[in-house]
């Protein structure tokens, strides 16, 4: 999964429970602008807490997985 995909995952989900990025922002503590850079795929260096963060304050779980190559 690459940085764009996730991306979109993350704005679906917020446009999705009808919030707004200040919504987001106050649910999970993060700065509207840099929620704001991560939908849009502007935010390479993203840590997996932060990702946890956003989908609980979208109600849902941010997954990773390591499978093997095919």
């Known amino acids: 999964m690459d940085a ?5 995952l993350l704005k679906h989900a917020r446009e999705e429970g009808h919030l ?11 700065d509207r602008a840099a929620i ?3 939908e849009n795929g502007l935010y ?10 956003l989908a609980g ?3 849902k779980r ?3 997985q390591l ?3 095919r």
């Open 67 to 69: 499978v093997d190559e």
């Open 4 to 8: 764009m995909h996730i991306a979109s």
């Open 44 to 53: 390479e260096n993203t840590t997996i807490n932060t990702l946890h963060r």
């Open 20 to 30: 707004s990025l200040a919504d987001v922002a106050a649910r999970c503590g993060l």
């Open 57 to 59: 304050a979208y109600g």
């Open 62 to 64: 941010f997954l990773v």
């Open 36 to 38: 704001s850079r991560l």
